[in-house]
């Protein structure tokens, strides 16, 4: 079992930034894909990003194509945490955001293979 706690929401200009936090709670986080997904008002739950490792000690990165050059994932290992730095943000960026973890990142459907969700953190933009 993985806890998943967020951290870092609230009210932000349009233009403006902030940054995420997800606490994990178990000692494997490094070897645990880790997201972050979104879901605005009456829209359904949506990709944001992801970080999975390889053998190599690589870490890969995945956007989805709306935040791609404005958010950037990242995560320390030694804290088990994962970030997500949100920048330049816009009105159509506010929604809860949720962390999640799992075994596997699948490119066309990334919340398949994640099995630990966050409770969300609120993002405010205002226009």
């Known amino acids: 079992q993985v806890q998943l706690v967020e951290s870092g929401g609230g009210l932000v200009q349009a233009g403006g930034s902030l940054r995420l936090a997800c606490a994990a709670s178990?000692?494997?986080?490094?070897?645990?894909?880790m997201g972050w997904f979104r879901q605005a008002p009456g829209k359904e739950r949506e990709f944001v990003a992801a970080?999975?490792?390889?053998?190599?000690?690589?870490?890969?990165?995945y956007y989805a194509d709306s935040v791609k050059g404005r958010f950037t994932i990242s995560r320390d290992n030694a804290e088990n945490t994962v970030y997500l730095q949100m920048n330049s943000l816009k009105p159509e960026d506010m929604a809860v955001y949720y962390c999640a973890a799992g075994s596997a990142y699948y490119h066309s459907s990334p919340w398949r293979g994640m099995g630990f969700w966050g409770k969300g953190t609120l993002v405010t933009v205002s226009s």
């Open positions: 178990r000692r494997a986080f490094s070897s645990y894909v």
């Open positions: 970080i999975r490792g390889s053998a190599d000690s690589t870490y890969y990165e």
